[in-house]
């Protein structure tokens, strides 16, 4: 055997078999026969109720249980983000390999190979040996061409695809199986003549084609059923070119090629016979360049080419017609339109109209083609026929019918009238002019005949004088023509003169107003022509030109006429003049005033200075200091800067402008304000007199207040202290001392400022005292009520007190001035002012406390009229006899049982105490805002407390009480205002 | 009094944002700044042309630029109302500050940058403090009556010119604004060097030399045509020529004593307004001019004129 040992063996050997020994062993049972995978562990199982067997007996666990995964992750070694689960993850080792589901191995990808299915099922490129059209040293397809592969296809393909062919079909119109076989047939003998006779250039492939379609047809043959509505792709088959023949070779014969082996096609390129071998040649081949390849029958197959089943080119008998008959000449050829170019909606047109042939016209012998579309201007010369027959249609328009051509002459022989001068010569008119009017003539004659027949008159008398009247009514008529011929020329006549005279006068004058008076618009010519100017020139030329009849009246009036017409009737020129300028003159002025140099306007600096206060930040940026230490005035506060926009703020400002309400405490005194008038307070008499209230508006009370009560006031207690000194912080800073305040006041009752303003009093000592206070008694306490203002609120009112105070201040003047409402307090006003003088007595003792000599008041001094004005104010009385009106009111509806028993209040005591309590609160201030209804009532009232002067003080006291007790549930805000009043009081004790 | 030198073109910059709105310096004159129709503002190196970084964040056009004393930062003013404060490094808009009620039409640093200055068509001048991340101005003057024009400061005044043909000095230290009215709108405002007058270019095409402490009218220059444009002015270094723009392609120097014309520059022969310039901050030799697109480096070097011989 030593043949074997150089031969390689594959495959395990069969065991030997020994010559004696009878395989006696059973082969292996169909069940006995386990499949193991190549780690000897069962594959199948349960071949009835399984399959696979994966994993740990099916499961994802193993021997030692299922371990589920592990997560780590430190600071150090951050875990990476979650992997992405892959199908192999799942997947056994076996299915990754060779076999499995999922083979793993390097592979070209789809689109790199789009060769042949037997190459892809083998998995290895085979380089195409045969190429007919081989050009270059290395035969078979070119290397590179091999190895770039174009992933792409071409447009081309790319459009065919679109349109929904696929590759190995045809392009064309679907075809029907019929249609089809004779395609494939006659290309079939088109290639086969190409082979053998034509250009070369048929593949093996195409050979196959071809070979398939044979098949094809010969399959078909049985089923020749045909069925149109079935169509197919057309056959894919090379078009073929035919190149003209061009040396005297034999067919198909192509002979050695002369040029050298490395170069390209002579043909192509016979300039350059040693070229570089160009790989890529095959890439963009020509398809007309010849091929060089050295092939041909006679020289038979070369060793590179694959078919080498068809060496001697035999020619195949089938390839032949046997018969003439063979193909039965087509009834119709059906027009192949393709189906796809068909739009929805559309079908077919089997009739073929298309191919019917149009029908001659007989075309008339003059017949001229134009163009129609062209279209032609009016002002090219017409062609002469056209212009002939148009002028020839429009004669008549251009002459006229001929109408007006005849004279009359010839008209009335048209008319056959008969004509006075050519009687004469034509003493009857021919018969066959007028044959009708002839017969008519006659039917007259025979009228009169049988007229005078019947009345038996003679007809040959009838017929003269009959004619003769025709005849002079011919004359007669004639005349007349002539005359009124006659007439239209006079009036023509005349027409051409005026208007000749109206053309020749509108140049000068353009119109006539005195037309009616020749003689007048004569003269009115001339006036206009002459164009006097002076009044003198006018009548002197007027009274050349007037003739004498004219009185001196209408000679005057004539002028005045001539004068004002002038003036009206100016012609349009002139009129027209004043209010049109040229273009000319404008562009000349503009010129003008362009040129003339612009006068020089002295510019004049003006300088003013203003406070102007920088922010602080903006002062800190610069690092300057802030101007005054930052104490200067803060401009006023703009919306702007906050931050939100509230309706309130709109409320609060429409009732009252902040500005309004500037509170001097906050003002610092160093400061010299702008304004000094309005801000510096005026210095008053040290201790005014409560009554003695400043005739202004309320917020000018309040500025003065604090200011005046200064000097005299020694604070006495801690909350007196904090209040005096917090009158020169911002209320920002007042918190806390309004909180000392206010925190007191929830432990106690509210006490009233005064007597008047009406709060209920919770002690009987209290209220003893605010009485006493008010009656104007020596008050037990020794507070007077000037001193209370210390304490009082300066802060403006917000809010609904806003609102609510806003209407008196509003009030006050008008009492000033309209004072009816409150009619019977007007008696009482000396007695009012004499009372305050009372009270001033009264109140000496704290005077002399709080006197301070007039040169130690700090400020400026007030002007003495405005001090003097202040004791008698009487706008201050009006408040205080609101008040009182009030007050008493109240009495009356409260107490109206007792009052007509009751001892009446002394006036002049209650007056008083009203006084007093005004001067001190606001709130009465408020119940003064009564109805004019309730003043009324008070009147009455008043009237009858006048009567009852000795009245005792402890009864109104009562009544008082009472009074206060309902006003407090009744007006209860003004109370609740009222308490911190109350409560400063309180504590000053 | 320095001698005369006529200026040449040095660089002709095509800044490539639309139309030039303002052309300025920054605070040592080593850079320029040009503001563009385009809402971009650019920064450029004068001497060589380059551009170097694009600052693009405005909603409307940029209508006047300023950067800061240590040229860190920039800060724009624009149409849309709004002022942007500029990292120059990053290019990245650092704040955007909105309060103006109308197109912001000038902008300023105070000296040491921290406070922004600017004034706008809603007839307010606001001061904006830059340090802080406060959104809303420090302060606002609210005196003016039309457009604020220009917004000056040194150490202790803002300066602000108006269309109201008025000036307002708002004097820090003081605490007092100073209103010279001069009657015509004025469409800008220079300050010398020493800080003792003001040039204000007005629309009657005269340019006004005012004393800041008097507020007297010193001098006039006259010669060039504003028309109804924002032309600016400016006093050149040394403090003893006034430049100013004209509507009809050429800019104007004028000796500051004697009034007269030194030179007219013509920027360029196909007309276009010369609405901007900006006098280099220490340098006298060196002017830009802006004019419609383009942006030109004037010079009185005579070495580069034969260069570019």
Redesign the interface.
């Known amino acids: 055997m030593d043949d074997e040992e150089s031969l390689h063996r594959f495959g395990t050997p069969l065991p030997t078999l020994e010559k004696d020994v009878v395989p006696a062993k059973k082969p292996l049972a169909i069940e006995d026969q386990i499949v193991k995978d190549e780690n000897g562990k069962r594959r199948f199982h349960g071949a009835f109720t399984g399959g696979f067997s994966a994993g740990f007996w099916n499961t994802v666990g193993s021997l030692e249980g299922w371990t589920p995964q592990t997560f780590k992750s430190s600071r150090a070694e951050k875990a990476t983000p979650r992997m992405q689960q892959r199908p192999e993850d799942f997947m056994d080792k076996e299915d990754l390999g060779e076999f499995g589901i999922a083979p793993q191995g390097i592979r070209t990808r789809e689109e790199f190979s789009k060769e042949s299915e037997e190459e892809q099922r083998t998995g290895q490129r085979k380089r195409k040996l045969m190429q007919p059209e081989q050009v270059g040293p290395i035969p078979g397809v070119p290397v590179l061409e091999h190895l770039l592969r174009p992933v792409r296809d071409k447009v081309a393909m790319r459009i065919l695809k679109s349109m929904g062919w696929k590759p190995g079909q045809g392009v064309g119109p679907r075809q029907t199986k019929k249609e089809k076989r004779q395609a494939s047939a006659r290309n079939k003998r088109e290639q086969y003549l190409l082979e053998h006779y034509g250009a070369e250039g048929l593949s093996s492939l195409e050979q196959q084609q071809v070979a398939a379609a044979e098949e094809g047809r010969a399959d078909d043959n049985d089923d020749d059923e045909e069925d149109e509505d079935i169509t197919f792709a057309p056959d894919d088959y090379e078009p073929i070119f035919y190149t003209p023949k061009e040396n005297r070779f034999g067919m198909s014969y192509s002979g050695l090629s002369r040029d050298p082996i490395l170069s390209k096609s002579s043909t192509a390129h016979p300039a350059a016979p040693m070229q570089h071998i160009n790989l890529f040649g095959q890439l963009e081949t020509q398809p007309k360049q010849k091929p060089l390849s050295i092939r041909g029958q006679a020289f038979g197959v070369g060793a590179f080419e694959e078919e080498d089943d068809d060496i001697y080119a035999r020619d195949d008998m089938t390839r032949y017609d046997f018969s003439l008959a063979d193909k039965k000449p087509k009834q119709k050829k059906i027009q192949h339109v393709q189906q796809r170019n068909v739009i929805d909606g559309f079908s077919e047109d089997k009739s073929g109209a298309a191919l019917q042939k149009p029908y001659a016209i007989d075309l008339p012998r003059d017949f001229k083609p134009r163009n129609w579309l062209q279209r032609r201007t009016r002002f090219e010369p017409m062609d002469r026929e056209r212009t002939k027959k148009l002028e020839a249609r429009n004669e008549y328009k251009r002459t006229g019918l001929g109408r007006h051509d005849l004279n009359p002459e010839q008209r009335a022989q048209l008319l056959g009238e008969q004509k006075s001068q050519k009687k004469d010569q034509q003493p009857e008119q021919p018969p066959s002019r007028n044959p009708f009017k002839e017969r008519n003539k006659l039917l007259d004659l025979i009228n009169a005949k049988s007229e005078g027949f019947t009345k038996g008159g003679l007809i040959v008398d009838e017929v003269l004088p009959q004619a003769e009247a025709a005849a002079e009514t011919q004359t007669t008529a004639t005349a007349m023509a002539k005359q009124v011929k006659d007439a239209n020329a006079t009036i023509q006549e005349k027409a051409v003169r005026k208007t000749k005279d109206l053309a020749s006068a509108t140049p000068s004058a353009g119109f006539k107003p005195f037309l009616a008076d020749e003689a007048k618009q004569l003269r009115y010519d001339k006036f206009l022509e002459a164009q006097l100017k002076t009044d003198a020139e006018i009548t002197e030329f007027l009274a050349n030109m007037q003739p004498v009849t004219l009185s001196l009246w209408d000679r005057e009036m004539e002028k005045k006429e001539f004068i004002q017409a002038a003036k009206i009737y100016r012609p349009l020129n002139g009129l027209m003049y004043d209010r049109f300028v040229s273009e000319a003159t404008v562009q000349a002025e503009q010129i003008k005033e362009q040129q003339k140099p612009p006068e020089e306007r002295k510019v004049v600096m003006e300088r003013t200075k203003a406070m102007w206060k920088p922010a602080s930040l903006l002062c800190k940026r610069y690092n300057i200091a802030e101007p005054f230490g930052g104490s200067m005035l803060e401009p006023p506060k703009e919306l702007k800067g906050r931050p939100k926009i509230s309706i309130f703020d709109y409320l609060e400002t429409s009732i009252n402008s902040k500005a309004d309400f500037q509170t001097p405490s906050i003002r610092p005194k160093h400061m010299e304000k702008p304004k000094p008038a309005v801000l510096v307070p005026p210095p008053l008499a040290p201790l005014p007199p409560p009554d003695a209230v400043v005739p202004e508006p309320e917020k000018e009370k309040k500025v003065e207040e604090p200011t005046t009560v200064k000097p005299s006031f020694v604070p006495r207690t801690p909350l007196e202290q904090a209040v005096d000194e917090s009158r020169e912080k911002p209320i920002s800073e007042k918190k806390d001392l309004f909180r000392s305040i206010f925190e007191d006041s929830d432990e106690e009752d509210p006490v009233p400022v005064a007597a008047p303003a009406i709060t209920s009093l919770s002690t009987p000592q209290e209220q003893l005292a605010a009485i006493n206070e008010a009656l104007g008694l020596p008050s037990t306490s020794g507070v007077s009520a000037s001193s209370l203002n210390v304490l009082r609120n300066n802060s403006p009112p917000r809010g609904i007190f806003a609102a609510l105070f806003k209407p008196i201040e509003e009030l006050k003047p008008k009492e000033a001035t309209a004072p009816p409402k409150f009619a019977p307090i007007e008696g009482n006003k000396l007695k009012i002012a004499y009372k305050s003088r009372e009270e001033r007595l009264r109140n000496d003792k704290e005077l002399a406390m709080a006197e301070v000599p007039v040169e130690d008041i700090y400020g400026p001094k007030l002007p003495e009229k405005g001090a003097a004005a202040k004791t008698h104010a009487p706008e201050a009385d009006h408040v205080e006899v609101g008040i009182e009106a009030k007050l008493q009111h109240l009495w009356q509806k409260h107490a109206p049982k007792k009052r007509s028993a009751e001892k009446w209040v002394e006036k002049k005591a209650l007056s008083t105490d009203d006084s007093d309590s005004d001067s001190s609160s606001d709130t009465s201030s408020s119940c003064s805002t009564s109805s004019p209804a309730k003043a009324k009532r008070t009147k009455v009232s008043k009237s009858k407390k006048s009567s009852h002067r000795s009245a005792s003080s402890k009864k109104s006291k009562k009544s008082e009480k009472k009074s206060k007790k309902k006003s407090k549930s009744k007006s209860k805000k003004s109370s609740d205002r009222s308490k911190p009043k109350a409560k400063k009081k309180k504590s000053k004790h | 009094m320095p001698a005369f030198a006529n200026y040449h073109c040095k660089t002709t910059i095509d800044c490539q944002q639309g139309a030039v709105r303002a052309v300025r310096y920054n605070v040592d004159g080593s850079y320029c700044l040009s503001c563009g129709s385009d809402k971009k503002v650019k920064l450029w190196n004068p001497a060589t042309g380059l551009l170097l970084k694009t600052y693009g964040g405005h909603a409307d056009e940029v209508t006047d630029v300023a950067g800061s004393c240590d040229s860190s930062y920039i800060v724009s003013s624009s149409l849309d109302k709004s002022i942007i404060y500029w990292d120059v490094s990053t290019g990245a808009p650092v704040r955007r500050l909105r309060c103006h009620a109308g197109g912001v039409r000038c902008v300023c640093f ?1 000296e ?1 940058s ?2 922004a200055i600017s004034g706008g068509r809603d007839n307010v001048v606001m ?1 904006w ?1 830059i ?1 802080t991340r406060r959104l809303d101005p ?4 609210k ?1 003016a009556r039309d457009c604020i024009t220009t917004v000056l400061t040194n ?2 005044k803002i300066y602000a010119a108006s269309l109201d043909g008025c000036i307002r000095h ?15 709108p004025i469409t800008y405002l220079a300050r010398t060097q020493d800080e003792q007058c003001l040039v204000a270019g007005c629309q ?1 095409s ?1 340019v ?1 030399l ?1 004393d800041c402490e ?4 010193l001098s ?1 220059y006259k010669g060039h045509q504003a028309d109804d444009y924002h032309i600016e002015c400016g006093i050149l270094a040394n403090d003893a020529h006034i430049v100013a723009g004209s509507s009809a392609g050429d800019a104007y120097i004028w000796d500051l004593l004697e009034g007269k014309v030194l030179q007219r520059i013509r920027i360029s022969d196909n007309g276009g307004v010369v609405h901007s310039l900006a006098t280099h901050p220490s340098r006298s030799e060196e002017l830009l001019f802006a004019r419609r697109r383009d942006m030109y480096v004037f010079t009185t070097d005579l070495q580069i004129e034969e260069e570019q011989l």
């Not at chain 2, 420090?138 to 003057?141: A, D, L, N, T």
């Not at chain 2, 708002?170 to 015509?184: F, L, N, P, S, T």
Request: charged letters at 35%; proline letters at 0%.
């Open positions: 105070n040491d921290s406070i001061c403090d340090r420090v302060q606002v003057m005196d150490e202790n708002y004097d820090i230290r003081v605490g007092e604004m100073i209103c010279d009215k001069v009657g015509e009657d005269v006004r005012i008097t507020g007297g009218l006039e």
